[in-house]
């Protein structure tokens, strides 16, 4: 009866009273800060919009709760200290799991896809009512760290993050996926020649990965059931034989942004090196990037010999790496959401590498004050 009562508000409407506090009636996510604040989870029932949960503590309550909430499909499961994690009587579609403990997972039969981050135990096992066959499963990898998870009749694998990933090691875990995607950091792969052993294979997706070559790649007759080929950011010389080799063979062929020895040796540690061939930025102002990411790479790893100074000297440099933006962005815009996370998250790499503790909050506090785009 609360689940109804809500849902008729929701439909006149009104706002919700959620433990104590005046909400919006379309609140469809809840996470720490709101689960926090509730001690009975029927408290939950008032929110009728509600289809995402994101929870980084164990909380008993939660499993029952999403065992009877339907339209609750989204789970977001972080570092909750549980070496089981049991769904099979949820109604999840969408899992994300970023918790080093967890040893066993539990698919529910409507499961679609399953995203694992963060560390992972060596033990871990994802156990499905179909062993995988219609899941979509994909691994953001830290330090190409990739346990057997079982799930034998898998369909669909994305692996993020690679920097040395052998695939002899990962084609025959999963011999029927229909897709498979590949992204480097970038990255190299090994035994490329592993994955004419997917006859089902229907999609191949490679982006930012070398160390192979034209002879170690599988042929057309090798992959009878492939439609889709995409290659983005591979070895030059590979990319052009392929293209001639699979032309007029598939369905979707894009090859693009083949790059040389040269480049790479240049731009195997530039975060901004997928601008490089992006049809919405020009050569010139990607060059003028490069630049200014390499010029406030050079100063703050300068700033870093002196730590006593070091905190205010890196709250120069990144309101001059922020100036620097604004004025490329002045002329003619093209910093956009993608673009603005790109040029953050490249300066954020320069303080990964700076083995100084370095007071984030405040720093990006200045480059939000600062930037114009």
Known sequence: MAYKHALDEWKNNKSLIFAGEEIRRGLCCVNDARLDVINDYA?????????RVETTRYRPQLIPFLERRWLVQELSWGHCGQKT?????????????????????????????????????????????DDGYSLALEIELQDDHLPNVGLPKLMKLVLKNIKDLD?????????????????????VIHNVSYIKQLKELETLLMFDLFGFSFDDFPLPSDLPNLEWLWLQSVPADAGKAIKRLYKDK???LVVSKLRSNEWLQENMNNPLRHWDGNEFIPKSKYNKAVALWKEA????????????????????????????????????????????????????????????????????KVMEEKRTW
């Open 167 to 187: 695939l002899s090691t990962i084609i025959p875990r999963h011999p029927n996926l229909i897709l498979l995607e590949l992204e480097g950091h970038p990255g």
């Open 297 to 364: 790479r050079h100063k703050t790893f300068e700033a870093a010999k002196e730590p006593n100074t070091f905190s205010d000297s890196i709250l120069s440099i990144a309101s001059d790496y922020i100036e620097g933006f604004n004025k490329l962005d002045r002329r003619s815009a093209f910093i956009e959401t993608e673009e603005r996370e790109d040029i953050i998250n490249a300066f954020e790499s320069i303080l990964d590498d700076v083995d100084l503790i370095i007071d984030r909050e405040s720093l990006q």
């Open 250 to 252: 598939i369905q979707d």
């Open 85 to 129: 994690l049991d769904l099979k009587n949820t109604h999840i579609e969408h899992l994300e799991v970023n918790d080093p403990d967890v040893e066993e997972i539990y698919l529910p039969q409507g499961i679609r896809d399953v995203t694992l981050k963060g560390s992972l135990s060596p033990d871990l096992r994802i156990y499905s009512h």
């Open 43 to 51: 408290e939950l029932d008032k929110l009728p919009g509600l289809s």
